[in-house]
């Protein structure tokens, strides 16, 4: 079978076209980065140098770290690597596949909010192909890259385009079957399956058999791509996590949960330019940890009923009735909403006040009817746990930070669908309910008192064993999936952010929830690692 890496492919179209000169080494993993290299008096310094490395570059640079010419010399070489590039690009034929191909790539590496502008001329002009000459395409990749490309900006593309890969028997070519590259292909694009697409259906489970079966007779590198695609396909999973999965010495820290809470900010709002907004979604973001604990851990009923009332009133007046940890806990909540509020307002003219309330609300009444379930030990059917625990996941309360915090098409018709767990935040919330509910740990410190979509679902359906019930809810994120992808396609009520933090959202949840039999998560802090102390960009950094 012929093969390369569908991200290795398009990074080598990616070299080929940008001039030599464009890297001192002409190494790919330094030119496709444009500014993770420096060139000063002709001697290239490489940022993947993980040796020593503020003493190696102290022999190549002018200026000590810390002077202000080390700061000026770099930011002035990334601009103009960065203007190189976007000139490169601009230049790029937009019906290309090359362009495609490009876009793949810088995607991939997680510098594409560099080029939105080239990108987006690209796209447009791709629909209009996709949209004129629906099967007019000379390569096996093109069709399933262009479609994935098109899907992930939200463009509704129709499925009719896959048809070049099925024969008169409706079964796929043996071609198809032979090319590596385009069943990857055919893997990726299958993710942004809206539901009721046959025909994506039948690729991904195509696909995904042959590249099972065909690790077995490749060599070792070649068979790591395959199963990292399989793994993580591009639409579901993190940028910079693909590249590095299994090739980093685990981490060896304790759980830190102010770290993951500001994972969850930078893994949602990965624009560089919004620091802010990414600093003040983590304050919400640890108060749905915090107060899940409190109703989990600490609290009595009587408690967390009161608590929850005076929550629904935001009443201030009432929380002498609280013990004092719950005092401090509404108090510093009121803070934080009074506090993002203003901002938002300050930054947009709009204040969002009693949104946010409310989708406090909504979340301290799904914990309470959890807690009421535990206490009285009259437990759920497993769907109408799983309708609770889209609110109790505490995604309806981030994406209601976001949508604000972003600014974007703040109208009357956006701000009542907010308020109402449209179907863009549902379906998130699923996919991480769900999830959650995979993990294998018993939920930190929490004793079992916690349920699960499993449980439930085996209790409902006695005689089921739990990798039935696994597959169920496996089935079941599939389906929330589904339902995203359509969300997010054109014509939606969101801005182009806002869709983009919540496909984010749900891409980290694996990463998340992926509990290993140490009660760690060792998929999180390969990431944590590789975004945090691997990233060689400076642009892409938390300020």
Known sequence: MAFS???????????????????????????????????????????DNDTDFRSNLLKHLKYPIGHPSFAEDIHVEHARKL??????????????FEGLAIIDAVQRLGIDYHFQEEIQQIIRRQYVISATYPFQHHYLQEIPLRFRLLRQEGYNVPTDMFNKFINKDGKFKQRVREDINSLMGLYEASQLCIGGEDVLDEARQFSSKLLNQSMSHLDPY?????????????????????????????????????????????????????????????????????????????????????????????DHAAIDQLPDYMKICFKVLDDITNEISYKVYKEHGFNPVHSLRKAW?????????????????????????????????????????????????????????????PGIISSTATILRLWDDLGSAKDENQEG??????????????????QAAEEHAMSKISD??????????????????????????????PLMYSYDDKQRLPSLEEYIKSLLFENEEPTRGVY
């Open 5 to 47: 890496s569908p991200a290795f492919s398009s990074v080598s179209s990616f070299i080929s076209i940008v001039p030599e000169k464009f890297s001192g080494t002409g190494k790919p993993n330094l030119l496709v980065r444009g500014c993770l290299s420096t060139n000063y008096e002709k001697q290239s310094v490489s940022l």
């Open 83 to 96: 203007k190189a590039f976007k000139h490169m690009l601009s230049r790029v034929r937009k019906d290309s």
């Open 222 to 314: 070649q068979a790591k791509v395959v199963r990292n695609t399989l793994l993580y396909p591009y639409h579901r999973s993190s940028a910079r996590w693909w590249k590095d999965l299994g090739l980093a010495k685990k981490l060896e820290f304790a759980r830190e949960q102010p770290l993951k809470w500001y994972i969850w900010s930078m893994a949602c709002l990965t624009d560089a330019n919004l620091s802010w907004q990414r600093i003040e979604l983590t304050k919400p973001i640890s108060f749905i940890y915090i107060i899940d604990d409190i109703f989990d851990v600490y609290g009595t009923l009587d408690e967390l009923t009161i608590f929850t009332e005076i929550v629904n009133r935001w």
């Open 361 to 421: 609300s909504s979340l301290c009444n799904a914990f309470l009817v959890e807690a009421k379930w535990f206490a009285s030990e009259n437990m759920p059917k497993a769907e109408e746990y799983l309708k609770n625990g889209i609110i109790s996941s505490g995604v309806h309360v981030v994406l209601v930070h976001i949508f604000f915090l972003l600014g974007q098409n703040v109208t009357k018709e956006t701000v009542e669908l907010i308020d109402n767990n």
């Open 449 to 466: 008192k916690d349920g699960s979509y499993v449980h439930y679902y085996m209790k409902e359906h006695q005689g089921s064993i739990v």
């Open 480 to 509: 929330a999936w589904k339902c995203l992808n359509k969300e997010c396609l054109s014509p939606n009520p969101f801005p182009a952010s806002f869709t983009r933090a919540s496909l984010n959202l749900a891409r980290m949840v």
